[in-house]
């Protein structure tokens, strides 16, 4: 009677030391993500009124800034 099922998957030590690796710099990308986010969601709410350059101010004509570029394109 033949033997039909499947050869055992022979893994090197290479092939896990490379997937063992990428889990590592997987972990570590998601931690520094994290890391950054944190940061900078506190640097932004300690220096919340210094940056003047992101408020938005009303256009001359008194529209909304998002409105004004749209209404002033000549069609």
Excluded: H
Excluded at 6 to 18: D, F, G, L, N, S
Excluded at 20 to 29: C, D
Aim: charged share 15%.
């Amino acid at each position: 009677m033949p033997d039909f099922s499947a050869a055992p998957i022979k893994r090197t030590a290479v092939e896990r030391q490379v997937n063992v690796q990428i889990v590592f710099l997987f972990i570590l990308l998601l931690a520094l993500s994290i890391g950054s986010t944190i940061g900078s969601s506190i640097r932004s709410w300690f220096f919340s009124n210094q940056q003047w350059y992101l408020y938005e101010t009303p256009s001359l004509g008194g529209r909304g800034v998002p409105y004004s570029f749209s209404d002033d394109i000549p069609s």
